[in-house]
């Protein structure tokens, strides 16, 4: 069974920092590293990429986010994280971790969990 929990969301003052941390469990996971990341999605619009990094550790990320926010992730635990610093009342969202291999056509997506930043 493939499952990916998210925790570490909550509510922040604007310039505060998070810290989000995703668990993969599932035996696909063990015998094929997958690219992750994170997207959100606020109200009224699409859910979109924040941050994402590949198996080797590359990383890609949303120009809005870029210079605040970093992820990081370990292989040997299948679990990734995202460390959210200055942030800003537009980056409140359910933040939602994403798993997937497009070769395999393998995509696989966390429950969500919401970030708020306050003024």
């Known amino acids: 069974q493939v499952q990916l929990v998210e925790s570490g969301g909550g509510l922040v003052q604007a310039g505060g920092s998070l810290r989000l941390s995703c668990a993969a469990s599932?035996?696909?996971?063990?015998?094929?590293?997958?690219?992750m990341g994170w997207y959100r999605q606020s109200p009224g619009k699409q859910r979109e990429l924040v941050a994402a990094?590949?198996?080797?550790?590359?990383?890609n990320y949303a120009d809005s986010v870029k210079g605040r926010f970093t992820i990081s992730r370990d292989n040997a635990k299948n679990t990734v994280s995202l460390q959210m610093n200055s942030l800003k009342v537009e980056d409140t969202a359910v933040y939602y971790c994403?798993?997937?291999?497009?070769?395999?056509?393998?995509?696989?997506w966390g429950q969500g969990t919401q970030v708020t930043v306050s003024s």
């Open positions: 990094i590949t198996s080797g550790g590359s990383t």
């Open positions: 599932g035996i696909i996971f063990r015998i094929n590293p997958m690219g």
């Open positions: 994403n798993a997937g291999d497009s070769r395999l056509h393998l995509n696989f």
